[in-house]
């Protein structure tokens, strides 16, 4: 029989209210043993909780939730305790010495939610992602996956490869050995279209996008302002700036929302072809490494001259020396600060138009895998003639978008998804 398991699953006290969760076959009992009988479903009851000896462990609001329908799929009860730590404690020391109760691990509540059907897979990766935004636009993206917005497109694309089989199916059924009919030329159209929609699927922007930030480096030429404008961006005094040229060696990272858009800025040292110091030769190569894994180059130099093929802004500060020999996009100062908002603006759009789009469910690398084997698979469906290497071809398709949604999953892949949850989701 499965255990039945509890934990709080509000933060860590002291709060103003503690909620504990308890989920399995004896939530029942346990709530009757706390509150004195088990209150009517789906309804907040005022109640004095005792312990095993009648001594009162807290007033508190109790809700009592009867399976199948629930969050786990399981009996489900809640205890709305005062959020100190000593009562969150003796409510908890009570629930552990009931007999087959025990504390969940994290994600347990979630898990069991999967493995009773009340979410799939993508919705599970998708609360995992909403459980950790910390912008805006993480935020709504992760949503967008939890609801079950994508989970019900790859039910639709499932069942055009289940119709489509089916098709196959009966031509392999009625033609002959010599004398296989044809598949029907609307047939082959309809892969077609299938292949397009699932490859303009592909080609959005990824999830990771959202997850990690939006990486901007900054780059150009020795002394252009680079750390002084990074310092400026992150609002902390996090890089060394001088009048020195080649002040920066290392690749300094920082992570910070802007209007919303989750960004990484890099700062790194100036480059130039000829240097006599060795340690900032090595800071050149690191700064060409980290350009190569920008999504943006903010380019301190003039427009054009940054790394070929990496999509730049260039910017310019106001210092006598190097000002008015160009004309670029942007002029900052560091000094005054003028020109720093529009900066700030650029960058949000610029962030905005390249990653996923507000409320868009956007795939992970997981996803992205299994969206483009079905892609392949489709593709290779719609260019094989042979009827059996069709249906194969359809086969391999649908595995696709079984993994998609978690009808086929295996348990290291739940173990690491459901790790990544907190203990008492
Ligand atoms: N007036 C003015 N001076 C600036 C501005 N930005 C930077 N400076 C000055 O320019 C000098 C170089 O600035 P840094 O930020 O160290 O330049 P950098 O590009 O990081 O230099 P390296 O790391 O050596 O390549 C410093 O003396 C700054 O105070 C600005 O917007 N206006
Ligand atoms: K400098
Ligand atoms: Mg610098």
Redesign the pocket.
Known sequence: MTDTIFALSSGSPPAAIGVLRVSGPQAGEAIAALAGSVPPARRASYRKLRDGEGAILDHALVLWFPGPNTATGEDLAEFHLHGGRAVVTAVESALSQMAKLRRATPGEFTRRAFANGRIDLAEAEGLADLLSAETELQRRSALAMADGAFSRQVETWRDRVLAASAAVEAILDFGDEDDVADLPGDFLAGLDRFHVELTEWLKRPRAERLKDGFRVVLA?P????????FNALVEDEAAI????????RDVLTRAVAIGGVPFVFA?T??LRDQTGDEIEAIGIARARAALDGADLVLW?GPEGEGPTGAWEIAAQ???SDIADKYAPRHR????TGSGLDEIRRDLIETARRRMPRPGDAALNRRQHLLVSEAALAIAAAGQESDPLLVAEALRLARVAFDGLIGRTTTEDMLDALFGRFCIGK
């Open positions: 150009g020795p002394n252009a302002g680079k750390s002084t404008l700036t001088a009048p020195l040229a080649g002040t920066t700062d040292a100036g301190l500060c106001d210092r900052v100062s560091a000094v």
